[in-house]
């Protein structure tokens, strides 16, 4: 039987793996390497470059190098890369594909089938991107999984006793935090709640701007701001930002970063740990108070945890350690390897859906609110716009849900139905889904005529929405997984693979699979 792998599709790396002999395992590239750096470019002659060759010529061309391109994904933003544009989709599906090719080398057979972890907190249209891209890379994607879940899936309690476990997620680029009960071989998670804008990236950015700043003060001139000394910047503000996680101070040295008249100028700085702390504690503090929105959608408190289980290389940094172990007071911290623990967590789901024998049951949730937009009536007259949530935020999947509502103006033959995904109270401020109409209404008093609109939310992510008339059985449906709604067709997925594909027809296995620093 074909073996079906897990992949952790990072923002900085990703990593594939698989099961042998219902163990996990990350399978390396020819030189034993475990992660492959989520960067894909060009070369000067316009060979495909992915991971560490394309991450290495970052500083020199970022005009054709692409990197973090997980925080563009569900949006319809390109990327140029030599003479064409690739939509995020596409570039994921490169590094996918990489990661597939790696996978193929060393099981010595067809890689066909994956899951694929994202955030807790990616909305339906980065997770159906997310999905797409496995689909060009040639995989078919039997489960979108969340990377707090997988990660509880390594987590082993093997007791009868039940553990309350907050898993805090925080990666290159983006946060989850989970409240996760493990009871013997049954995952459940409880509450999710998360930022998919924050992390690693948003550090290196931070202390980019505080180096120009450094720069511009010793120099008495403004940091030229072209992409390539931008490109250096930041690289040297990552190469920091490690540094700073063992030592508490470091220096920082960039080479001809500008001229003033014929004189050549450097970066030639110490950083401090306490600086680069000042920079990031406040947004540190946003997952603190995500920390407590979980506990309380849990319906908990910092006491009823067992344990907290840290995930993501940017957990690495000493301050968010210190910061979580202060907030959660007397709660034991485990220290896993932050950057393999959520791909290691996939490969257990991928053996579960193809039958092997693993000792584990995972019961996920939703992480955001699903409903309606609707008329509501107030002392002050009816109020168009409103969100009616149908499926609660943090609802067990798969879920089927309903709710009746009412026409809102006599004679009205025609509802339609508009769907959203998210917590705030004005429909139009959530993210849009879909919408479709029922028509052929009875043509009665307004409130007389009844419609039932049922959401079925299945494991997958996809949703199915219907909406009946309860008296003449007028009834239509919308399915949030058709092109319709923003997806690919499957013309737009076969020319997308056909393009992956002719990428790589030139490209040695060895340009894709080369040593990394593991950090995100």
């Given at each position: 039987m074909t073996q079906v792998v897990g992949i952790d599709l990072g923002t900085t790396n990703s990593l594939i793996t698989a099961l042998e002999e219902g163990q996990p395992w990350v399978i390396p590239d020819e030189e034993g390497v475990e992660l492959l750096p989520s960067c894909v470019g060009l070369s000067e002659a316009g060979t495909l470059l992915v991971g560490q060759p394309a991450l290495r010529?970052?500083?020199?061309?970022?005009?054709?190098?692409?990197?973090?391109?997980?925080?563009?994904?569900?949006?319809?933003?390109?990327?140029?890369?030599?003479?064409?544009?690739?939509?995020?989709?596409?570039?994921?599906?490169?590094?996918?594909?990489?990661?597939?090719?790696?996978?193929?080398?060393?099981?010595?057979?067809?890689?066909?089938?994956?899951?694929?972890?994202?955030?807790?907190?990616?909305?339906?249209?980065?997770?159906?991107?997310?999905?797409?891209?496995?689909?060009?890379?040639?995989?078919?994607?039997?489960?979108?999984?969340?990377?707090?879940?997988?990660?509880?899936?390594?987590?082993?309690?093997?007791?009868?006793?039940?553990?309350?476990?907050?898993?805090?997620?925080?990666?290159?680029?983006?946060?989850?935090?989970?409240?996760?009960?493990?009871?013997?071989?049954?995952?459940?998670?409880?509450?999710?709640?998360?930022?998919?804008?924050?992390?690693?990236?948003?550090?290196?950015?931070?202390?980019?701007?505080?180096?120009?700043?450094?720069?511009?003060?010793?120099?008495?001139?403004?940091?030229?701001?072209?992409?390539?000394?931008?490109?250096?910047l930041l690289q040297a503000a990552e190469r920091t930002k490690i540094a700073l996680s063992e030592t508490a101070f470091t220096k920082v040295r960039e080479p001809f970063l500008a001229s003033k008249g014929e004189t050549a100028l450097h970066l030639d700085v110490e950083i401090s740990r306490k600086e680069f702390e000042a920079l990031i504690r406040p947004l540190l503090q946003e997952t603190l108070e995500a920390i407590d929105r979980a506990l309380s959608d849990a319906q908990m408190t910092a006491d009823d945890l067992d344990r907290v289980i840290l995930v993501g290389g940017s957990t690495r940094i000493p301050l968010v350690q210190s910061l979580v172990e202060t907030h959660l007071s007397a709660v034991p911290v485990n220290h896993f390897d932050p950057d393999l623990c959520v791909g290691l967590g996939a490969a257990l789901q991928a053996g579960i859906l193809s039958g092997e024998e693993i000792d584990s049951i995972l019961v996920d949730v939703i992480p955001h609110s699903l409903g309606i937009a609707t008329i509501m009536d107030t002392p002050v007259g009816p109020i168009p716009g409103l969100f009616s949530t149908i499926i609660p935020r943090n609802s067990v999947i798969p879920t089927s849900q309903s709710k009746v509502y009412r026409t809102a103006s006599d004679q009205q033959e025609i509802v339609e139905i508009e769907v959203f995904q998210g917590e705030n109270a004005i429909a139009r401020e959530n993210v849009p889904l879909g919408s479709f109409q029922v028509e052929g209404l009875p043509p009665k008093p307004a409130g007389a005529v009844e419609i039932e609109v049922h959401f079925d939310f299945d494991l997958n992510g996809i949703l199915t929405v219907t909406a009946t008339e309860k008296g003449k059985g007028q009834q239509n449906s919308l399915v949030v997984n058709h092109p319709e709604t923003g997806r690919m067709s499957s013309h737009d997925l076969d020319q997308s693979r056909e393009t992956i594909e002719s990428l790589f027809e030139h490209i040695p296995l060895s340009l894709v699979e080369i040593e990394t620093e593991s950090f995100t």
């Open positions: 010529q970052y500083a020199a061309a970022p005009e054709r190098t692409v990197k973090s391109i997980k925080r563009q994904m569900g949006t319809d933003a390109r990327v140029r890369l030599g003479e064409q544009d690739y939509s995020p989709q596409e570039i994921s599906a490169i590094i996918l594909r990489a990661l597939k090719q790696r996978a193929e080398a060393m099981l010595a057979e067809a890689v066909t089938q994956a899951v694929i972890t994202v955030p807790a907190y990616f909305t339906d249209a980065q997770r159906q991107a997310t999905k797409e891209a496995g689909e060009i890379a040639g995989l078919e994607v039997l489960q979108i999984l969340n990377e707090p879940t997988a990660a509880a899936l390594v987590f082993d309690a093997r007791s009868e006793e039940t553990e309350n476990v907050l898993v805090y997620d925080l990666g290159g680029g983006t946060f989850d935090v989970s409240i996760v009960e493990i009871t013997g071989t049954v995952t459940e998670v409880l509450a999710s709640h998360g930022n998919n804008r924050l992390g690693g990236d948003d550090f290196d950015r931070l202390l980019q701007r505080h180096l120009a700043d450094q720069f511009s003060r010793s120099h008495e001139i403004d940091l030229p701001t072209d992409a390539a000394t931008q490109a250096k």
